[in-house]
């Protein structure tokens, strides 16, 4: 494959310049914030950006419209809450990891650790610095919520002692302890095996067995294809959070900082916290029960955070969504035919054509 584009995937130091300033993405791994490191971000927005903090399907946090001195200005601030332990590998610090994980009966294995031992694994070895910004780490805690997240690597817990490593559908069965290692190992490994070109092991033809022989295993297993659906509302002693649009204003990240002492995002940009907190949320806008017509509802920035948008698709979907027909299905907004920020599978394609919306092809 003959790629000529660059990685542009922004990050924190590497801020990508749109139409309204500075845009810097903040990896997250695990989704899991203190409330603290909330409220600096929180802050920092306000300081520096628009005030607003947009949840990525990475668990990820971006601030918007930065200012001239913004980036440095923020690196320093978060380097100081610890969400910037390393400069070198800021952009491929993607982990993604149930968000339920270790608070529910669903949960057969608490990942929350093993992420943070990914984590330092990948900042301590310098060749992994060259991995694309868009390489993704994922691991499941057994219930099959990360199934559609197309991780480059990724394991699933089957019990407390075991776990399913797996790239795409091929898995070998590995002791927990050994995780870490491995899944750094199959990065290292991906960079091996391809030519300069390709950012994802999905890329390489044979990628997952390439990638596999490298680290002397073989797939002795298929990864069960269960996806599992995290709706709004308690489970166990959590509560998942819809936040509309994926969008935090300063007023509900305050908020959720004040009732929770950590906070998860997931990869469906809605929030996990402590169930005790739910009239407060509910207050400020927040959803905190299922069926919501924001549940599953996303946008792309639109006009006029875009140069390329042909709408102001946030603003539309404000006014659409309340009586928009979606069967159950996720809905999508789409400035132009890129759909940055379209979820993985199926759902309602709203795009912006210029003199109106297309949905699913048909005129809205
Ligand atoms: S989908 Fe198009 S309009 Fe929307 S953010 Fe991406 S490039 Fe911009």
Redesign the pocket.
Known sequence: MVRTETDRCPGVLAVHQAADGGLARVRVPGGALSAAQLDVLRIASADLGDGRLELTSRGNVQIRALRANGPRELSERLYGAGLLPSITHERVRNVLASPLTGLDQHSRYDVLPVVAAVDRELCARPRLAELPGRFLFALDDGRGDLAGVRADVAVRAVDEREALLHLGTSAVRVGWGDVPGLMVAAAEAFLDERDGEEWRIAELADGAERVLNRLGLHATEVLPTTSATIEAGQHGSALVVTVPLGTLTQEQAAVLTEHSNEIRITPWRSVVVPAAAAGQLEAVGLVTTAGSVWGGVTA???QP??S???AD?RADAWQVMPGMRRDGRRVHW????????KPAGDFVDVLAVGNGYLVDGEPM
């Open positions: 792309c920035a639109g955070k875009c390329k948008a042909l698709v789409s400035g132009c035919e890129r759909r940055c920020g």
